[in-house]
T-cell receptor, first 111, second 113 residues
Framework: DAKTTQPPSMDCAEGRAANLPCNHSTISGNEYVYWYRQIHSQGPQYIIHGLKNNETNEMASLIITEDRKSSTLILPHATLRDTAVYYC????????????FGSGTKLNVKP | DTAVSQTPKYLVTQMGNDKSIKCEQN?????MYWYKQDSKKFLKIMFS???????INETVPNRFSPKSPDKAHLNLHINSLELGDSAVYFC????????????FGEGSRLTVL
């Protein structure tokens, strides 16, 4: 069901930038890319979303390629508390705006 | 103030029992959801309600029955519980439309023995 593919896991050194890739090659022109993260078994937490342009907020930056077939979530200065599973999601407009979660990337931030 | 709250947080019960999980949101959202996260951590949508009306019903056994008394509440009732129903159930809410973000509750961990 998921329209995205992500690497299952990544490591990042504390204080360095974490770049999490996502492929969404079948995305439609009016579908947004969302990123969420889940720490332990807590409820998933919204990070950022975008359509075409790059976006930045206090948590992260989202870089979307010009053809919109892939994107990268950037955590500029990863901390140990950023260790979590990160989900890249395409919200399917034609299917009642459903959020389809894939298997996500487990980001391990190491001291 | 908790935006999306679920009760109970933990639920342990025997096979064959009937149980309910309650969800309330104070965000003024008009759309609410139930998601199931299994032991492999996949999050799957089960149901979605918009203004008390069912709009998404994935292929979920009819032992699962959602009920929305008003747009701030979406409860999940499960009949004749089975071992495979053990999972974490997340409630979420959003504004209608294609840009609203999902706000999740903290989850309800159901264990069926």
């Amino acid at each position: 069901d998921a329209k995205t593919t992500q690497p299952p896991s990544m490591d990042c050194a504390e204080g360095r930038a974490a770049n999490l890739p996502c492929n969404h090659s079948t995305i439609s022109g009016n579908e947004y890319v969302y990123w969420y993260r889940q720490i332990h078994s807590q409820g998933p937490q919204y990070i950022i979303h975008g359509l075409k342009n790059n976006e930045t907020n206090e948590m992260a930056s989202l870089i979307i390629t010009e053809d919109r077939k892939s994107s990268t979530l950037i955590l500029p200065h990863a901390t140990l508390r950023d260790t979590a599973v990160y989900y890249c999601i395409v919200r399917v407009v034609a299917d009642f705006n459903k959020f389809y979660f894939g298997s996500g990337t487990k980001l391990n931030v190491k001291p | 103030d908790t935006a999306v709250s679920q009760t109970p947080k933990y639920l342990v019960t025997q096979m064959g029992n009937d149980k309910s999980i309650k969800c309330e949101q104070n965000l003024g959202h008009d759309t609410m959801y139930w998601y199931k996260q299994d032991s492999k951590k996949f999050l799957k949508i089960m149901f979605s309600y918009n203004n008390k009306e069912l709009i998404i019903n994935e292929t979920v056994p009819n032992r699962f029955s959602p009920k929305s008394p008003d747009k701030a509440h979406l409860n999940l009732h499960i009949n004749s519980l089975e071992l495979g129903d053990s999972a974490v159930y997340f409630c979420a809410s959003s504004l209608a439309g294609d840009t609203g973000e999902l706000f999740f509750g903290e989850g309800s961990r159901l264990t069926v023995l």
